[in-house]
């Protein structure tokens, strides 16, 4: 701890604080317990008076760390919201008063639960530094983006509109992506009525004529390094030539593959070229260019044709794609028109089962078709019929309730959409896994890598299910685990071009948000704006790899000493590293394994026999706090034994808190965190997870000190269990009461 | 309010829910002023009323803590609550708004504690529970309001109750004299997030919303599920406070029908299909849930959670558009209508009915305070004709949360583009 | 010479869909149809129909010709106009049902004996003697439409209701004895067989 800091703690003496505690015994303790350099008291320290008695002291009297005895963390932030130096927070009114009843009886013990909060938060405080960036960062404002179909134009000429580079690699020689193959398209403005230019060629002519994008054909991303902000690319053509361009960060689009039909032979696909995909539809209408389509076997005009509708979609068969790939439907209802729009004669019939035309653009256009006269029959395929002159489509007719044939000239597929998103390294080690304990050898299917980065934990962006990158999806739908790169378009989801360009322009959007991150040194989503970032020490560090195997978000390299490599810009400020590190090496400037364990350690320890247990609680700030904060406030209490401290996530608690908790006479300890299975809504993705995994073996530890495993419990707390946090709580106090007190109590 | 700077390089957006917040915090974090009008005391719309999100199941107020962490750091970001956009001229980089700010009757001093609450004793149908619970005339808008200041009711103004909540508050907080007041603004974009609103169920008379105190809303529901909402998170019918384990839920209840909304609302599929969850969870028994519907519209990922949910024996799901609803003597709604899958006829009773009503534009065509594209569904076009004005979220469509978030995201952009070119770094 | 029936299965072949919108009052409107089945929920008849209305418009599109036209579920229809009020796609229900059956006793292949039938047959007559119904005659025709026994019998229950209306002053008894007629006959007369030559010669164009 460096000697020139100057600690300052603030007692506020609103909203009841005043009346409920002894804030002058408060100050004392401050003062001699908790060893500040001042103490000041304020009745309405959020007030703009009180907020200036903090502000002066930092001008004038060069306080450099402030402990705010007060309320919560989460109220009255922007007050306290004070620019280079270091602010803890001493929870009293929603941790303490609120959270008590307002008796006599509970007022000596509230007091004690107040003089706790003040001592942690003066030691939080004191051990704490107000962060700053660290200068590894630069700005450079070309984006990298991976994918020149519709969505990576669509990113490259929004990033470009925005005053921003942007350079797009494209694996094949042309612009516009599957679309570029597509006759017309589903029209993206009201009234959605008729199918519409695909604009594509316009978007090239932009392209070409931008000089902010600059366009690789031909090429690939063969290595991608660095961090948000310094990002380095190797782009290879096919030739080999290897150019090798810095970038602030990436957008991935990198689109998707059409489903191989072949695997739908009982719907005729592979045994008459009357048999066709959508894809291979849109070439027969470009042929075609508006006149009669013709028939590939034959030559025919064409005056009959069925769309089979969630063709090896939605669907749990092998081989068969298990999800709704969302475009199919209106694909279908615009390719009808292709004919319908020629020859009002030609029948067309869509064969669904669910017709899947959303929003406002979905159901005009429905409507639209309708009008037209395509038909529209509920069913389910079961076969086609390949014939010498019109071919047989066998399905079940759900309205009619019976099994029904048709003849038509062509069947067309409405197949799916199979993200192109690199191979899935988690997949792949679980299949390995198996292969081992299945005795068997391992066989690694080739897929190719979109990104190569030089990740140490892999290649591409981790996938969620199905093959398309996982995103946080609900919330924060841009959020990768990668920091810096964002995908957009069907690599994300399945998705139309409509929503293509959408999904790219907001992906422009995120990329230009992280490089201008990235240039200040601030943290990306969700603590945007942290200037925190890890720091270690390397001399205590024996390389066991820990951090780099569970930073969720893969920021963490090895260098060539094989030393971890923290690359901040990648960083999302979780302390996931920080609570894997055996050796506690790892700490962030106002977060730390001292800024935490001092708070652990400073609680006053009753002795054995007082009969006054103390439970330490360790709350994601996320959700269990606020949970917590909002059953104070809604006068749901809980026990005066609880010492509640925030952390970052579930991930950053190092299992020496624990350990020196219950060395020091902790009597139950509690984890709360964010849930952790596919549905996981940890906002740092695996920290509730791994601190589960790391959890599972504290029961060592107890045995070690003979002590009872249900002294610590580790609990999935939402922010919406305002009623259970604090029971949960109370259960642990009634836990104690049951197996007995601490006897480590010194 | 005078001491809110704007310029032709600050970026307005009307509209604080999900939308609104998304594409304010992102071009704030982007280091452009940004200005949030919000016509409500708080931030948080709709998603803040939801108690889960599909297909997660997780805590939209989750999502909410980040995003209001966000916005409490963000020294580029001013919000103004109870404001409403009166009207706006100009062009694209160049634009006035007039703002009308309705009086809280309460200044930044409230600390939230709670005080004034407890002395007023006037009560008024509680808008945070679509009404399904009263709350004080001083109140607190929901547990996560933000900003975390109390509001006066107005009809409490001129009251014995006001003068009692001004007493009681220790902060000098509450300043009965408030007066409404009209603010210029200047921008270089406007952002419009301004979402949507459940469909008037009233107004589709076979259903008898208006007449049966058993046949719900789907917003409704959504607030009876969540712990802290009028019920306790219990599923209760209305009539009698029994607990409602055989439920039906109508889909397209004013959505897909030239009668009511033309449009396909997107979310009210998934959103039955998560209510059914609340109810086969509460009661793993003997719950019971009959979807009425014409098409499942479970998109993409979607069809994972469809698919769990028709694994439930106890969840059946029938092509139909229900009829009518009547009601029987024991207050229960009897569904009547034909099962258009094989076409029979059925009249079944339930204990609750859950109408999935549609989303409504919240957008006046008529009033909307300058001249920009609306099409017949009353959605915001995306044409250049709109100059700097962008759409963000359901004010372009029917979208759900993270269709909307996304949208969000690239109306930010928008936006910046053109406050960039007007600080003449943009093309 | 092929009966009309045969002739418009010869033309249409086995679109039905487009026979229905090119021959039947409001066909057009079929294809709208969405398959909500609101209309079938929604007729108080509803149990009466062998096939409800979405189902009919299911069929049509499915080219079942002969089993909606043999179908005696649109005779059905009392135009009470439920299902148009509650239609999502404003498909003006009633008068589709209404044109299919007029459509199939065009040709010649609606159900027989069917009471509905019936019943138009004779309002028709009755309405063109005089250019005006005539309640009293309508009603006894109907009543003794299965004999003189059932007539009396009939006649003798619906009693009451008959001397109420007389009473508002409904119905007249004098009725029965010719009643009010419109001024100028001939001239209706006249007007409808105009109207009947132009919709034979219209159904003529398209079924030749």
């Given at each position: 701890m460096a000697d020139d800091k100057k600690i300052a703690a603030y007692m506020c003496k609103g909203c009841g604080l005043g009346e409920r505690l002894d804030v002058d015994e408060l100050k004392v303790i401050a003062e001699r317990e908790g060893r500040v350099d001042m103490v000041r008291e304020h009745d309405f320290l959020c007030s703009e008076a009180g907020v200036q008695l903090i502000q002066n002291d930092i001008d004038s009297e060069d306080v450099t760390n402030v402990a705010i005895c007060a309320c919560s963390r989460r109220s009255k932030t922007e007050a306290f919201n004070f620019e280079n130096v270091a602010v803890a927070r001493g929870n009293l009114r929603e941790g303490v008063i609120w959270a008590r009843p307002d008796t006599d009886e509970a007022r000596e013990l509230t007091q004690e639960m107040a003089a706790d909060y003040v001592r942690m938060a003066c030691f939080e405080s004191k051990f704490s530094n107000a962060p700053k960036s660290s200068g590894e960062q630069s700005r450079i404002d070309n984006v990298l983006v991976v994918g020149g179909g519709m969505t990576g134009m669509t990113a490259a000429i929004e990033i470009a509109r925005a005053g921003y580079k942007a350079t797009i690699v494209e694996k094949t020689g042309t612009l516009g992506g599957h679309l570029a193959e597509v006759w017309k398209d589903i029209p993206d403005r009201s009234p959605y009525a008729d199918p519409v230019d695909t604009g594509v060629a316009a978007m090239i002519a932009a392209i070409e004529s931008d000089a902010r994008v600059t366009v690789h054909l031909n090429s690939t991303v063969t290595r991608t390094s660095g961090a948000p902000g310094r990002f380095a690319a190797d782009i290879s053509t096919e030739s080999g030539s290897t150019t090798t361009e810095n970038f602030g960060a990436i957008v991935q689009a990198s689109g998707y593959k059409d489903y191989d039909a072949h695997q739908l032979p009982e719907l005729g696909y592979g045994k008459t070229p009357d048999v066709v995909t959508q894809a291979e539809l849109e070439k027969l209408a470009r042929e075609a260019d508006g006149g009669p389509i013709h028939r590939p076997s034959d030559g025919k005009e064409i005056t009959s044709v069925a769309f089979v509708q969630c063709a090896g979609q939605?669907?749990?068969?092998?081989?068969?794609?298990?999800?709704?790939?969302?475009v199919c439907c209106m694909a279908s209802i615009k390719q009808a028109m292709y004919f319908k729009d020629n020859n009002s004669d030609i029948d067309t019939t869509v064969i669904y089962t669910d017709l899947r035309t959303p929003g406002a653009p979905g159901e005009d256009f429905y409507r639209s078709g309708q009008k037209k006269g395509v038909v529209f029959t509920k069913g389910t395929v079961h076969e086609v019929v390949v014939g010498s002159g019109a071919h047989s489509v066998k399905f079940k007719d759900l309205i009619l309730d019976e099994d029904a044939e048709m003849a038509v000239d062509l069947v067309v597929l409405a197949t799916g959409q199979v993200p192109n998103s690199g191979p899935d390294m988690e997949q792949i080690s679980e299949d390995k896994e198996a292969a081992k304990e299945a005795g068997e050898e391992y066989v690694e299917v080739p897929v190719e890598s979109i990104l190569n980065l030089d990740y140490r934990q892999g290649p591409d962006i981790p996938q969620l299910a199905n093959g398309f990158t996982d995103s946080h999806f609900i919330c924060f739908p841009y959020e990768t685990r990668r920091t810096g790169i964002y995908t957009a378009g069907p690599v994300r989801r399945p998705m139309d071009s409509a929503q293509a360009k959408e999904d790219g322009t907001g992906a422009a959007m995120k990329a230009i948000h992280a490089l201008e991150d990235a240039a200040q040194g601030r943290a990306a989503h969700p603590r945007s704006g942290d200037l925190s970032f890890p720091q270690f020490r390397k001399e205590g560090c024996t390389q066991c790899k820990r951090c780099t195997v569970e930073c969720p978000f893969g920021a963490i390299n090895e260098d060539e000493d094989r030393y971890p490599q923290f690359n901040e810009a990648r960083c999302r400020r979780c302390g996931t590293c920080m609570g894997a590190c055996p050796v506690r090496v790892i700490s962030f400037e106002n977060y730390s394994v001292e800024t935490v364990g001092q708070q652990i350690k400073n609680v006053e320890m009753p002795d054995e026999f007082d009969e006054k247990p103390r439970i330490l609680v360790l709350a994601c700030e996320n959700d269990a706090y606020p949970a917590l904060d909002m059953a104070a406030r809604n006068g749901n209490h809980y026990s005066e034994f609880s010492r509640v401290i925030p952390v970052r996530c579930l991930g950053s608690i190092n299992t020496i808190w624990i350990t020196d908790a219950l060395n020091s006479g902790y009597d139950g300890i509690i984890l709360m965190g964010c849930r952790k299975d596919d549905d996981y809504q940890c906002h740092f993705v695996r920290g509730s997870y791994l601190a589960n995994a790391r959890m599972s073996k504290i029961d060592d530890t107890l045995s070690q000190l003979n002590l009872e495993p249900e002294r610590v419990a580790t609990c999935e707390v939402a922010i919406t269990d305002v009623e259970r946090a604090p029971k949960l709580i109370n259960d642990m106090v009634e836990t104690v009461a049951k197996v007995g007190m601490n006897p480590f109590k010194f | 309010m005078s001491d809110i700077v704007a310029s032709n390089e600050t970026i307005v957006v009307v509209g604080g829910g999900i939308s609104g917040m998304t594409s304010a915090l992102e071009a704030a974090e982007c280091g452009k002023q940004v200005i949030l009008i919000e016509k409500n005391p708080s931030l948080g719309g709709r998603v803040a009323q939801l108690y889960r999100y599909f297909p997660k199941m997780c805590h939209p107020t989750c999502g909410m803590e980040i995003n209001l962490r966000r916005a409490r750091y963000n020294r580029n970001l001013r919000i103004l609550t109870m404001a409403e956009v009166t009207e706006v001229t100009g062009k694209s980089g160049d634009y006035s708004l007039r703002v009308l700010l309705k009086p809280r009757f309460v200044n930044e001093n409230c600390t939230a504690c709670g005080e004034c609450e407890k002395v007023v004793e006037a009560e008024f149908g509680d808008e945070f529970n679509y009404g399904m619970s009263r709350r004080k005339g001083a109140y607190l808008p929901y547990n996560m309001a933000y900003p975390q200041r109390y509001v006066i009711d107005e009809r409490i103004i001129g009251t014995e109750d006001a003068g009692k909540a001004k007493d009681a508050c220790r902060y000098d907080a509450i300043d009965l004299d408030m007066q409404a007041e009209e603010i210029e603004l200047k921008a270089g974009a406007i952002i419009w997030a301004t979402g949507w609103q459940p469909y008037d169920a009233s107004r589709i008379q076979p259903y008898g919303y208006d007449r049966y105190q058993n046949v719900i809303t789907n917003v409704e529901f959504e607030r009876m599920a969540d712990p802290q909402g009028p019920t306790g998170g219990r599923l209760v019918r209305p009539s009698d406070g029994e607990e409602a384990r055989k439920v039906a839920f109508i889909q397209c209840a004013g959505s897909r029908d030239r009668n009511h909304l033309r449009h396909c609302s997107r979310i009210c599929c998934m959103s039955s299909l998560k209510q059914a969850r609340y109810v086969r969870e509460a009661f793993p028994e003997d719950g019971m849930v009959d979807i009425y519907y014409i098409d499942i519209r479970a998109i993409d990922r979607f069809e994972d959670f469809y698919k769990k949910i028709q694994e439930d024996e106890k969840v059946s799901f029938i092509k139909s558009k229900v009829a009518s609803i009547i009601k029987d003597k024991e207050d229960n709604p009897v569904l009547q209508g034909v099962d258009t899958e094989g076409g029979n006829r059925y009249e079944t009773s339930y204990d609750m009915v859950i109408l999935a009503t549609g989303m409504q534009p919240s957008i006046n065509r008529e009033a909307f305070p300058i001249d920009i594209v609306i099409n017949q569904d009353g959605f915001i076009e995306p044409d250049e004709k709109n100059g700097a004005i962008f759409a963000s979220g359901s004010a372009a469509d029917a979208l759900d949360v993270n269709r909307s978030v996304q949208h969000a995201t690239a109306a930010a952009l928008r936006a910046i583009q053109v406050v960039n070119k007007t600080a003449g770094a943009g093309v | 010479m092929m009966s009309i029936n045969t002739v418009m299965v010869e033309k249409y072949r086995n679109n039905f869909l487009r026979e229905v919108e090119a021959n039947v009052e409001e066909g057009e409107w079929v294809k709208m149809c969405m398959q909500c089945g609101v209309c079938a929920g929604s007729c108080?008849?509803?149990?009466?129909?062998?096939?409800p209305p979405q189902e009919i418009f299911m069929m049509i599109r499915a080219g079942k010709r002969e089993d909606v036209l043999t179908s005696d579920s649109m005779w059905m229809c009392t135009s009470c106009y439920n299902c148009i009020v509650r239609c999502p796609r404003e498909l003006p229900i009633t008068h589709i049902m209404h044109g299919l059956a007029h459509y199939a006793r065009r040709l010649g292949i609606q159900p027989k004996n069917n009471p509905t039938q019936w019943f138009c047959d004779v309002f028709w007559n009755n309405m063109m003697k005089k250019g005006r119904v005539n309640e009293l005659k309508l009603g006894l025709s109907l009543y003794f439409k299965n004999g003189f026994l059932s007539g009396i019998k009939e006649s003798l229950k619906n009693a009451g209701l008959g001397l109420n209306m007389v009473k508002a002053r409904r119905m007249s008894p004098m009725d029965f004895f010719g009643g009010h007629g419109v001024k100028d006959i001939s001239g209706l007369q006249k007007m409808i067989k105009k109207a009947q030559e132009l919709e034979a010669d219209r159904i003529d164009r398209h079924g030749g």
């Open positions: 939605r669907s749990d068969k092998k081989g068969h794609l298990p999800y709704c790939s969302g | - | 108080p008849l509803g149990d009466a129909w062998e096939h």
